[in-house]
């Protein structure tokens, strides 16, 4: 059974509003084994949202309507949808009532123009609203000679996720044959999406009951595997299935199978090793620290360290030799090592890190451009620097260096 979701308003066709009940209701209908096909969002207009529900009418079994149910002139799905239907519309006195006494209960005259709201499309079911004026609507129907589960639901979230709750998933769950989909995400650091997908798709297409879903940001590729069976665990172990095997493939450039982000697996292995982490950053400006901290818990495997962006910061906080920066550059391999050998010593850590680099858009030279990047990491047994050169803009090159550099005390540490 395929879904669709719709959201009414124009409103969310700005910069400054988005619809965010689509993913609520996406969650719910995958407890029930329903695959969400498409999402749109309409603005407040007639002629589009008429065309709208009918190209959803055409394609998904189950068709959702969120908003356009409040009682001013722009409030246009129930017409629409009714149109797309071929249907009319009759108005629900009940409702006009519970609307009065609603409204008298609060002392509050109600205006005439909500009467509107009790427009019910002929051979809907109102779905009651306890949290607002505007109820749900619930039509079984046909078009184009194939069975349609309709619903209106109120925009406000409040509104429509107590009323789907109560009024439509159990609906739902009587009409529903079994069904369950199980989901997984595979999280790969510092490999190109390319390269991830020449190395996998030869294996994830030979699962074809498997929707596999690529998904890059920056320094990080992800595998979102989805199965759809009859029980929960034949969909989970076909899941299961491929995973091992994208995971026997991609092999130590998987770092989660189980929805962590790169901060938090650092944070495990630390953990695990009992061991503690200090931080000498330059270009990333403590986006490192940062982001190890968002962790919680974090003050059991970091300890700190420092943001040396100037040169005399280098030498003071990260007691850098000025020789060495003059001799080097501060953007160099002898630098970022020095960074995480000192920081170590001096925070009395037990693996130091050092960044430093170009973020640019300006002080890059041909010599060493802007994107030009040294990590470094030391255990005072070992070391290991890597030096690369990232594309984008400022924010982007800081955000690729940190993840680089969380990557390369992963690996350390593995």
Not at 88 to 93: A, Q, S, V
Not at 250 to 261: H, N, Q
Request: glycine share 8%; net charge negative.
């Amino acid at each position: 059974m395929i879904a669709e979701i719709i959201a009414v308003g124009s409103e969310m066709l700005t910069p400054f509003r988005q619809d965010t009940n689509s993913l609520f209701l996406t969650d719910q209908l995958n407890q029930l084994g329903v695959i969400v096909g498409f999402k749109t969002v309409v603005g407040d207009n007639f002629d589009h949202l008429t065309g709208v529900a009918r190209a959803a009418l055409s394609r998904s079994g189950i068709v959702i309507f969120m908003g356009g149910l409040g009682p001013t002139e722009d409030d246009l799905t129930r017409e629409g949808v009714a149109a797309a239907l071929g249907v009319d519309l009759r108005r629900d006195h009940d409702i006009v009532t519970a609307m009065y006494k609603r409204f008298a209960e609060r002392r509050i005259s109600m205006p005439s123009n909500n009467a509107k709201q009790a427009d019910v499309i002929e051979g809907a079911i109102v779905l009651p609203n306890k949290r607002g004026t505007a109820p749900g609507q619930y039509l079984e129907t046909e078009f184009d000679g194939e069975p349609r589960m309709i619903f209106l639901l109120p925009g406000p979230p409040h509104e429509l996720e107590a009323l789907w709750k109560h009024e439509c998933m159990p609906r739902l769950r009587e009409c529903l044959p079994p069904a369950a989909i199980a989901s997984t995400v595979l999280k790969t650091a510092m490999l190109p999406e390319s390269a991830a997908d020449a190395r996998t798709a030869p294996i994830y297409k030979k699962y074809p009951n498997v929707e596999t879903t690529v998904l890059a940001g920056q320094g990080q590729v992800e595998f979102h595997l989805r199965a759809t069976a009859a029980t929960m665990d034949e969909a989970q172990a076909s899941v299961d299935e491929l995973a091992s095997k994208l995971e026997d493939e991609l092999d130590d450039a998987v770092f989660s199978t189980r929805g962590e982000s790169l901060e938090e697996i650092v944070g495990y292995f630390l953990q695990m090793r009992n061991l503690k982490l200090a931080v000498a950053e330059s270009c990333t400006g403590g986006m490192v620290a940062e982001r190890i901290t968002s962790v919680p818990g974090s003050s059991r495997f970091f300890l700190g360290g420092a943001v040396v962006y100037s040169n005399d910061l280098k030498t003071l906080f990260a007691d850098i030799p000025p020789l060495m920066i003059e001799a080097h550059g501060a953007v160099s391999k002898e630098v970022a090592l020095a960074l995480a050998e000192n920081i170590r010593e001096i925070c009395n850590a037990d693996i130091g890190l050092g960044v430093t680099g170009i973020a640019g858009p300006a002080g890059g030279t041909e010599e060493k451009p802007v994107g030009l990047v040294y990590i470094a990491v030391s255990d005072g047994k070992k070391n290991e620097v890597v030096q690369r050169r990232f594309p984008g803009d400022r924010e982007r090159i800081r955000r690729w260096a940190s993840q680089q550099a969380l990557d390369l005390v992963r690996r350390m540490l593995m």
